[in-house]
């Protein structure tokens, strides 16, 4: 049995149903990341693991223990939130402490543990300040700390970095990464920042009105996207209308080509639209030995990000996105100029309903 488990997980709020039917396994030591838009349902299951929900239906279990029956305070977590949730009137030192004092610990363990977790977050020589003294990513370390402190089976992380400002939020992101292998932690993290679940966690879950959309690596998600609503939820994307050429040999016409399609249809019949897409990578203005279909357009747009330039170009009326790396000593497309990009089929993705 899985560490922390979530098995047909309800929640209605009087007649709204905002969780439905939510299953999801996680071993321990696991980093798993809750990603989805704003009211999918992500601090709803949170809130639910650590008791301060009541599921309208369904059983979540802590290494085998069914926690429906617990209090929050019984239960075995740690969290921290968006919003720095520190206590204002208590040093560092002591908001780090809370949780051991009200467990009762002795002086001399409070006195180590907290030395302990400070080392841990790097802020020993801080232990003295107050929240109000404090940068917002320095309270938000102290609040890891502060979760961690007495020893949780399980840390939820509820947007921690989001009120952060772009740099801090990279680098401390990769200090709870570090810190949660350090301790091997069972962690649920939420976000709504595509890059950042793709960039920390062991696994995703894509999240879509109270339910697991999809479940998978990083590497899963990004590359084999199993829904329309994951694989425009994580990255880029460009949607291309297609129709079933020979469903027998898995085929289908893509403007002027028939390609041969990387996964199965499933039932369909000669002459069926379907939709098919393709991350910004995928295309190419040159072509190679498998990146042998072409597609012309007219160039709409040229954005220069840097190290990539990003162009679209129109294809009988459907946009397409794809990226090259810089070359200085090669100009990028004008708009309005006709060009080929070029694609393998089996970067091609399916996308369904
Ligand atoms: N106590 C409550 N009473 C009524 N409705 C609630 C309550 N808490 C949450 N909701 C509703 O449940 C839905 C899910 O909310 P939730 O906070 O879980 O979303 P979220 O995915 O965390 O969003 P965000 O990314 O904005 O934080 C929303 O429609 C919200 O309005
Ligand atoms: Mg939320």
Known sequence: MSFLTLTHIQKSFGPVRVVHDFNMSIEKGEFVSFLGPSGCGKTTVLRMIAGFETPS?????????????????????????????????????DNVAFG??????????????????????????????????????????????????????VLLLDEPLSALDAKIRVSLREEIRAIQRQLGITTVFVTHDQEEALSISDRIVVMNQGKADQIGTPFEIYNKP??????????????????????????????DATVTLPEALGPARAGDRITLALRPEALALDASATRNIALSGTVDSVNFLGSVIRTRIDIDGQSLSFDTFNNPSLPPPMPGQTIKAYFSPSDLLLLRD
Do not use: C, W
Not at 59 to 64: P, S
Not at 73 to 92: H, S
Not at 109 to 129: C, N, P, S, T
């Open 57 to 93: 239906g369904g059983a979540i279990t802590i290494d085998g223990r069914d926690q429906n029956t617990l209090r929050p305070n019984q239960r075995n977590i740690g969290m921290v939130f968006q919003a720095y949730a520190l206590f204002p009137n208590m040093n560092v030192f």
């Open 226 to 255: 199993t829904t329309k609503f994951a694989a425009n939820f994580v990255g880029t994307l460009s949607t291309l209308d297609a129709t079933v050429a020979d469903p027998a040999a898995n085929t289908a016409t893509v403007g």
């Open 100 to 153: 051991l004092k009200i467990a009762g610990k002795p002086k001399a363990e409070i006195e180590a543990r907290v030395r302990e977790m400070l080392g841990l977050i790097k802020l020993d020589h801080l232990a003295d300040r107050f929240p109000y003294q404090m940068s917002g990513g320095q309270q938000q370390r102290v609040a890891l700390a502060r979760a961690l402190a007495p020893k949780p089976q």
